[in-house]
């Protein structure tokens, strides 16, 4: 057998007679995953349209067809939908061990840089240069959830003739999360509810196709296909990809222990109402409710982090979604700037050791939030393999999305509401209201919606506006 050949258990013997299955050096992809953890910028889509540039257009690790298919399954999922499809093919590529160093490397040059950036926000957030970044930054994060508002709702709800229900579901979610604040757990399953009873009653708007698509479609047809890919369409599934109900067992033992382990380390230290041991918990909740992407936990983690257990403020997290934005990896890698702070605050080690507290809450919050997305790709992967063109989940999802919409048109609106007001001003509405944050927020907004325009030169524009234009521009 020649160096560019499986070895003898993948599943040489499956292959029709003939069929040589070329394979991926590992550290070939070691590397790869390791320069997208520094350049995964631009939220998931952006990064998901890096993963599909290299690896279908340049690399030709992965078809088109299969590409998809991994990112339907993503997509059904809790977590960060990019992280997990960079574990799966990872791991469809080099077995369980390729799969936990794509997705790990995806996460650790975020999960640095922040508490890098949570440190220097709470020792040097009060100099006035800073906090006039931040007043410029704060702007640009409002126009930002805006515009995924307008993403997300325009692919998702449509024209309301056209998904009357789709409508329905989102401003039900909107109302339900602003004003009657109903626990967001609950939105999401109202929502897939009735996504599923929408189609079992036949209506057409929830059988949408449930994934994305890369400028020519998800058919396995076009300029992509026309080489032979590493992982094409027909090629025969690894043997390491195939379905055991031994493997999955084992698999979930696994992820059983790595949460029990630390855990009942924590609750034997700390207790169960510890500071670590109820930010484990929580985001462990957290991490399973993250349909819909960083936007939309957003309101979940911000009534536990602000308002329940008083781990950082809310102009704190506007803060940290601010500094969240301006890193490579997940949005929802935010929630290690949260236990920075909660652990800096609650002073979780002492108050001789403030940063090596704040940063083992970070590292324990990563923990805690992203273990359940590598289990559920390893755990998920060998039946997704077995199911191509069979998966029959895009109602619930479709109606999760609308959701979806509703909730981050709320946060959208909280974000507003506190960019809108100047601190410790008193007086008339108006001369309450802050003109030129608004104004920094509708002219981010118009650039990232109507013009296309990035979301880092966005945000450094706003920055550098804040100087100018922050209450801390004439010292």
């Not at 698999?251 to 500071?275: E, F």
């Not at 349909?291 to 008083?310: I, S, T």
């Amino acid at each position: 057998m020649s160096r560019d050949t499986l070895p003898q258990d993948s599943d040489q013997k499956a292959a029709p007679v003939g069929a040589t299955l070329a394979r991926v050096p590992f550290f070939e992809a070691f590397r790869f995953w390791l320069r997208l953890g520094f350049i995964s910028f631009g939220g998931p889509a952006g990064q998901i349209a890096i993963m599909h540039r290299e690896l279908v257009e340049e690399k030709r690790w992965i078809s088109e067809g299969r590409f998809l298919h991994a990112l339907n399954y993503c997509m059904l999922l809790p977590g960060p939908e990019a992280q997990q499809l960079a574990t799966y093919i990872g791991w469809l590529l080099h077995r369980t061990w390729g799969g936990v160093v794509a997705g790990v490397l995806f996460l650790l040059p975020s999960l640095f840089l922040l508490i890098g950036l949570a440190w220097a926000y709470v020792v040097f957030g009060s100099v006035p240069w800073v906090a006039g970044l931040l007043y410029g930054i704060k702007p640009a994060v409002a126009a930002i959830v805006l515009a995924a508002v307008h993403r997300i709702g325009s692919k998702t709800l449509k024209k309301p003739a056209q998904a009357p229900v789709l409508w329905a579901i989102a401003a039900v979610s909107f109302i339900a999360i602003s004003v009657l604040s109903v626990p967001f757990p609950w939105v999401i399953v109202g929502a897939a509810l009735t996504g599923w009873l929408g189609h079992r009653l036949g209506f057409g708007q929830f059988t949408g196709d449930g994934g994305h698509r890369m400028g020519r479609g998800a058919n396995a047809s076009g300029p992509t296909n026309e080489r032979t890919c590493v992982i094409d369409d027909h090629t025969p599934t690894p043997l390491h990809a195939r379905f055991k109900m031994s493997r999955l067992a084992a698999v979930a033992l696994t992820g059983a222990v790595l949460w029990l382990l630390p855990m009942g380390l924590l609750v034997a230290w700390q207790g169960w109402s510890g500071t670590l041991t109820q930010m484990g918990w929580f985001f462990t909740k957290a991490a399973l409710l993250t349909f819909g992407g960083a936007y939309a936990v957003l309101p979940y983690v911000y009534q536990g982090g602000v308002e329940q257990f008083g781990w950082l403020t809310g102009p704190q997290m506007m803060d940290g979604l601010a500094l969240g934005e301006t890193t490579p990896g997940p949005l929802i890698m935010v929630v290690a700037f949260v236990g920075f702070l909660g652990g800096w605050s609650k002073q979780v080690l002492g108050p001789e050791a403030l940063f090596l507290g704040a940063a083992l809450a970070a590292t324990v919050v990563a923990w805690f939030t992203f273990l359940p997305s590598f289990i559920f790709i390893l755990a998920g992967g060998p039946v997704v393999e077995s199911t191509h063109g069979k998966m029959q989940f895009t109602a619930p999802l479709t109606a999760i999305t609308a959701a979806v919409v509703g909730v981050i048109a709320s946060l959208a609106l909280f974000f507003i509401v506190h960019i809108a007001y100047k601190t410790g001003t008193t007086g008339t509405f108006w001369q309450k209201l802050d003109v030129a944050a608004l104004g920094l927020a509708v002219l981010a907004a118009v650039a990232l919606v109507r013009y296309k325009i990035g979301v880092m030169p966005v945000i450094v524009a706003c920055a550098l506006a804040g100087l100018v234009l922050g209450p801390t521009a004439c010292c």
